[in-house]
T-cell receptor, first 113, second 115 residues
Framework: KNQVEQSPQSLIILEGKNCTLQCNYTVSPFSNLRWYKQDTGRGPVSLTI?????NTKSNGRYTATLDADTKQSSLHITASQLSDSASYIC????????????FGTGTLLAVQP | DAGVIQSPRHEVTEMGQEVTLRCKPISGHNSLFWYRQTMMRGLELLIY????????DSGMPEDRFSAKMPNASFSTLKIQPSEPRDSAVYFC?????????????FGPGTRLTVT
């Protein structure tokens, strides 16, 4: 069964600190892996997209990694800001005819001053 | 571009009533997706269209749900009759397919409460 699991479910950190969010997936065939940020009351917004051959992708203070062998990804946030408080969702796009997106349930990050 | 537009933003209705959610995709995008988000299950794909044609509706919960896309700039998701367990945030997203990395752009969502 195609699944995406994220950890931790929630996280509280102090402003300025770094953090790493984890994503494990069992999706086959694999097309790409995406990280989305969802602010409260808003729709998800894409942060990074990585295909099989890419093992790291950065977007400002966000750096995503992908290990296609172990089927794991991480999202590292550097020097966190209050505006980083949001839900971070790992999404894997399955290959094949339908290109279906399989969503994780997200990690809720709270950055405190 | 205004992005994906959804209406209404909030809907409160009584059990048994018909609910219609609306979506206007980004101009030029040829794929449209309807999602439902709850605390328990996260984001779930309900149905998606390519060039106005429904491709995969396996996520539609039951016959009470129906979706249409009469043209490239408009889609509706209808629930009839609505039930309290339908309470959720419903998102519409659109995509312009370019190679393997077609990005999906989400609308702001419609928060549905069925009492």
């Amino acid at each position: 069964k195609n699944q995406v699991e994220q950890s931790p479910q929630s996280l509280i950190i102090l402003e300025g600190k770094n953090c790493t969010l984890q994503c494990n997936y069992t999706v086959s065939p694999f097309s790409n892996l995406r990280w989305y940020k969802q602010d409260t009351g808003r729709g998800p917004v894409s942060l990074t997209i990585m295909t099989f051959s890419e093992n790291t992708k950065s977007n400002g203070r966000y750096t995503a990694t992908l290990d296609a062998d172990t089927k794991q990804s991480s999202l590292h946030i550097t020097a966190s800001q209050l505006s980083d408080s949001a839900s971070y969702i790992c999404v894997v796009e399955a290959g094949g005819a339908t290109n279906k997106l399989i969503f994780g349930t997200g990690t809720l990050l709270a950055v405190q001053p | 571009d205004a992005g994906v537009i959804q209406s209404p933003r909030h809907e409160v209705t009584e059990m048994g009533q018909e609910v219609t959610l609306r979506c206007k995709p980004i101009s030029g995008h040829n794929s449209l997706f309807w999602y439902r988000q709850t605390m328990m299950r996260g984001l779930e794909l309900l149905i998606y269209f390519n060039n106005n044609v429904p491709i995969d509706d396996s996520g539609m919960p039951e016959d009470r749900f129906s979706a249409k896309m009469p043209n490239a700039s408009f889609s509706t998701l209808k629930i009839q009759p609505s039930e309290p367990r339908d309470s959720a945030v419903y998102f519409c997203a659109s995509r312009a397919r370019t190679g393997l990395r077609g990005e999906q752009y989400f609308g702001p969502g419609t928060r549905l409460t069925v009492t």
